[in-house]
């Protein structure tokens, strides 16, 4: 689904509303990946610990990520990244509704 890619699972907690958990993950992406447009079925609240990279979410301006940079994500929007020539590492919280995929390839 995500290529070059690999994933830790620090927690996955019921909440903070019934139907929904929050999953906490750090992610590495390898130099010059490619994440394909994807969404999520919740929120996505992502840190970058390091490496860069470029954010396109639909209908809004591509976003250049920096080391130390956050990013939202809201519900359903449509998005993909393009890492830079350096992997990539960031942690993502998301509240998603329970039971659902946390990643849907678009």
Same mark, same amino acid.
């Given at each position: ?11 996955? #907690? ?7 958990? #929050? ?10 990946? #490619?994440?394909?447009?994807? #969404? ?9 610990? %390091?490496?860069?990279? %470029? ?13 130390? %940079? ?18 990539? /590492? ?6 998603? %509704? /329970? ?8």
């Amino acid at each position: 689904m995500l290529p070059e890619f690999h994933s830790r699972f620090f927690s996955k #907690t019921d909440g903070p509303v019934p139907g929904y958990e #929050t999953v906490i993950v750090e992610i590495e992406i390898g130099p010059g990946t #490619t994440v394909q447009r994807h #969404t999520h079925p919740g929120i996505e609240s992502t840190y970058l610990i %390091e490496g860069e990279g %470029e954010l396109s979410i639909d209908g809004q301006p591509k976003l250049s990520l920096k080391v130390g %940079e956050a990013f939202q994500v809201p519900p359903g929007l449509v998005h993909g990244v393009q890492i830079g020539d350096r992997k990539a /590492k960031v942690c993502s919280t998301l509240v998603v %509704e /329970k039971g659902k995929p946390l990643v849907l390839p678009v």
